[in-house]
């Protein structure tokens, strides 16, 4: 293993927060829609379209969180055996995963995402094609999604259901949306929680 900077996870997280946040929009801003137009060369209809960028999202914090989960596992099962303090165990392995988010293998969270995306039934795609296409929105996704783990606390995408009532703290409408209707007919884009608090809305699209 290589040396810990012990403190330096807590000392840097305002500003690795902020980096964080700024990050999450950029994709929203760039490299979904960058995705949004690739996928529109294969499938016509915008709301599949749409439904896809969106279960991405939700899957590549899903596999994020899991890999940062067994790699703190991994992590502290070794720090553990020559830790002596003075700061806790806790705070060494967060140090050394801050120093070292190199180490995470991102392609192996960007395969679990592509075979869990080709399972899921609200999705489908051309059999022609497969959602490889769309890796660097997922690898971008799995990258800030494992970083945002190493936070005190941690931040997590809101769990969305079609169909559920449309909440103006989580969500702006699309603006193809029916702005009388009450209930989410499907996301096109996750709100961002800290501690079930929203810091940043997602996008649905509301119809009758």
Same mark, same amino acid.
Not at 141 to 152: G, I, K, N, P, Y
């Given at each position: 293993?290589?040396?810990?900077?012990?403190?330096?996870?807590?000392?840097?997280?305002?500003?690795?927060?902020?980096?964080?946040v700024?990050?999450?929009?950029?994709i929203? @801003? &760039?490299?979904?829609?960058?995705?949004? !137009?690739?996928?529109?060369?294969? +499938?016509? $209809?915008?709301?599949?379209? &749409?439904?896809? *960028?969106? *279960?991405?999202?939700?899957?590549? /914090?899903?596999? @994020?969180?899991m890999?940062?989960?067994? /790699?703190? +596992?991994?992590?502290?099962? !070794?720090?553990?055996?020559?830790?002596?303090?003075?700061?806790?165990?806790? $705070?060494?392995? %967060?140090?050394?995963?801050?120093?070292?988010? $190199?180490?995470?293998?991102? &392609?192996?969270?960007? =395969?679990?995402? *592509?075979?869990?995306?080709?399972? =899921?039934?609200? *999705?489908? /795609?051309?059999?022609? +094609?497969?959602?490889?296409?769309?890796? !660097?929105?997922?690898?971008?996704?799995?990258?800030?999604?494992?970083?945002? &783990?190493?936070?005190?606390?941690?931040?997590?995408i @809101?769990? #969305?259901? $079609?169909?559920? %009532?449309?909440?103006?703290?989580?969500?702006h409408?699309?603006?193809?949306?029916? /702005?009388?209707?009450?209930?989410?007919?499907?996301?096109?884009?996750? @709100? %961002?929680?800290e501690?079930?608090?929203? +810091?940043?809305? #997602?996008?649905?699209?509301?119809?009758?």
């Amino acid at each position: 293993l290589r040396s810990c900077s012990p403190g330096r996870a807590r000392r840097t997280n305002a500003s690795r927060r902020a980096c964080l946040v700024a990050r999450f929009g950029d994709i929203y @801003a &760039q490299e979904r829609l960058d995705a949004e !137009t690739l996928l529109r060369t294969y +499938i016509s $209809d915008m709301e599949m379209v &749409q439904r896809i *960028i969106y *279960i991405a999202a939700v899957e590549s /914090f899903h596999a @994020a969180k899991m890999a940062y989960r067994q /790699f703190k +596992i991994r992590v502290r099962d !070794t720090l553990s055996l020559g830790h002596s303090g003075p700061e806790s165990l806790e $705070d060494t392995v %967060l140090d050394y995963i801050v120093r070292h988010e $190199d180490l995470y293998d991102v &392609q192996a969270s960007v =395969n679990e995402v *592509i075979r869990s995306m080709n399972i =899921n039934p609200k *999705i489908s /795609f051309p059999p022609e +094609i497969d959602f490889i296409v769309i890796s !660097t929105l997922i690898r971008e996704l799995c990258r800030v999604a494992f970083s945002m &783990q190493t936070l005190v606390p941690p931040l997590d995408i @809101a769990f #969305g259901t $079609d169909g559920e %009532l449309f909440s103006e703290t989580k969500y702006h409408r699309s603006f193809d949306s029916d /702005f009388t209707a009450a209930l989410v007919a499907y996301h096109v884009w996750p @709100a %961002l929680m800290e501690n079930d608090v929203v +810091i940043v809305k #997602g996008e649905a699209v509301t119809k009758r």
